[in-house]
């Protein structure tokens, strides 16, 4: 019989009774417990990504990762048996930086590092415990835990632009005329909108996760696999476009009748589950099946159990290394001092005028708000919804944080960033244009953190987290700045810009106030 190399102790006679599918079960227990331990640490960070998975459609086939990572694994047992398990100590080096990163993430609340984090602790915890041979061998089953992390809501701008801009040329290549208002648009029979729903975002996560599992499956060569998951990315983008297309064209074809409900949602996924098809139908031809020894088990030998001192071992320097983050991340908490009461006032040089848009930013409750309107030819609007630092509260920099309402009269037609000079400094700003039905209105937005004004999400976190640590303070407010307009919005550009060179530097000393003795 086959043994299997090891540094721990060889197994005794009187266990082969244990070997073969007990110790295959008792294997698998052991490596699942191993790879499970940062979940144990960093519970909450686990639970937060298993709230999103549960709340959010584009995300629910997280729930599966795991298991088919486990799976993958299992599916290894009697290939993995030939190799020797040796701890990998420098992973722990590994493990302690991405515990760092989690710490910094946490300070600044930042949930898309933390999970990418805790996910990348999985295989490092492997590599540490098992050794790199094993670790080497389950690369692709370990690395697919990363798509459990809820990713993605950042390309839904783009993508909705895309299939706006090919909704809209399709329709004219047909011959229907349509008149566009960002990704708002009219034809003849009715008027559509294309929103989150539309952009595709859940079948192009959906598409790349499938088809980097069947890619893997599949083939054995680098390049026919890189083809696949590369098809698995294009094709959904460009079938969605075609989708919207196609639910236009029900709906004008059947005068507003078809496909304007819920019933268009229906119709999405069932095209997409067409085209998913097709492309593995398609895929499939090139199949390139893997040796069958590679996943069958030999005649002539059984599966021997773990060596448990080394896996206790190194499970116990895991643990180590991985308790010291969640434990810095509570103390910073309970360092967390009250904070006095925000109250925002700005003495301007310019006349105060009634309020002349009912608009508001869809932004968590501020600890502070300040909304005033002035005098101007188009008049201006100044928003600041100020954030206290502490723990559960509000965050000034959110991905739900949002200046246009998606259901309500200001939608948000189009934003980008754009650079200015006003009141003696040139900055970037996020400019977005609201509207519908005739409405429209210019926002310019930027973060004020500790004295520091920056339009970029990263940027803004990173100054909270230089707050935090340096002081114990990474309050920050959000600045909203606002003007109406018709047809040209250079005419509110230029009434902002005015305002701001007068009402700048009052606006920071307001700002300055607020600051934690």
């Known amino acids: 019989m086959n043994t299997l190399p090891s540094t721990g102790p060889a197994a005794a006679p009187g266990a082969a009774a244990s070997h073969g599918p007990l110790a295959g079960a008792r294997n698998a227990l052991l490596v699942a417990l191993v790879m499970l331990l940062p979940l144990l640490v960093f519970h909450e960070t686990a639970l937060s ?44 080096l590994l493990l302690a930086a991405f515990g760092a990163a989690w710490l910094l993430a946490d300070l600044a609340e930042v949930s898309i590092v933390r999970q990418y984090a805790l996910a990348a602790m999985l295989p490092l915890t492997v590599l540490a415990v098992l050794g790199r041979r094993i670790a080497g061998a389950l690369l692709f089953p370990l690395a697919f835990i990363l798509f459990a992390v809820p990713v993605g809501e950042s390309l839904v701008p783009p993508l909705i632009d895309l299939t706006a801009d090919f909704t809209v040329d399709a329709l004219r290549l047909t011959g229907i005329p349509v008149l566009r208002d960002g990704n708002n648009f009219s034809i003849p029979s009715g008027n559509w909108s294309v929103v989150d729903a539309c952009s595709g975002l859940r079948y192009l996560i959906s598409s790349i996760t499938l088809g980097c599992l069947f890619a893997y499956l599949s083939y054995r060569t680098a390049w026919r696999r890189a083809a696949f998951i590369l098809a698995s990315i294009l094709v959904p983008v460009a079938a969605n476009g075609v989708r919207a297309y196609m639910i236009v064209m029900m709906g004008h074809l059947s005068g507003m009748t078809l496909a304007v409900g ?35 088990p030999l005649t002539s030998q059984a599966l021997l159990p773990l060596p448990l001192r080394p896996l206790i071992g190194g499970g116990v320097a895991v643990l180590a290394v991985l308790v010291v983050w969640p434990a810095l991340a509570a103390r910073a908490d309970q360092a967390a001092t009250a904070a006095p009461a925000v109250k925002l006032a700005l003495v301007s040089p310019t006349p105060a005028a009634p309020e002349f848009t009912a608009w508001q930013p869809d932004y968590a409750a501020a600890s502070g ?7 101007g030819a188009p008049p201006v609007g100044l928003t600041v919804l100020f954030y206290r630092d502490a723990p559960g509260s509000a965050k000034l920099v959110s991905s739900t944080n949002r200046i246009g309402q998606q259901k309500a009269a200001y939608r948000e037609n189009s934003a980008d960033l754009r650079d200015e000079s006003f009141g003696g400094r040139h900055m970037a700003v996020r400019e977005a244009m609201l509207g519908l039905e005739g409405r429209r209105l210019l926002v310019w937005q930027w973060y004020w953190v500790n004295g520091s004004m920056t339009s970029s999400h990263y940027v ?9 640590l340096l002081s114990g303070n990474g309050d920050g407010a959000a600045v909203m700045v606002f003007a109406p307009y018709d047809e040209d ?8 810009r005015a305002f701001l060179d007068r009402n700048l530097a009052p606006l920071d000393q307001s700002l300055a106030g607020t600051r934690r003795p």
Do not use: N
């Open 49 to 92: 990504v298993a709230h999103i998975w549960e709340r959010s459609e584009t995300f629910a086939h997280g729930f599966l990762i795991l298991p088919i990572s486990l799976w993958l694994v299992w599916r290894q047992r009697w290939a993995l048996q030939q190799l020797p398990l040796q701890p990998c100590w420098p992973a722990l």
């Open 489 to 496: 919005p250079a005419v509110a550009r230029a009434a902002m």
């Open 369 to 375: 708000t300040l909304r005033q309107s002035f005098a």
């Open 262 to 296: 819920v019933d268009h949602l229906i119709y999405g996924w069932v095209f997409f589950g067409l085209v998913m098809l097709l492309l593995f139908w398609v895929g499939s031809f090139w199949r390139e099946d893997g040796p069958a020894a590679a996943a069958a």
């Open 460 to 468: 803004g976190k990173l100054l909270q987290v230089k707050g935090k």
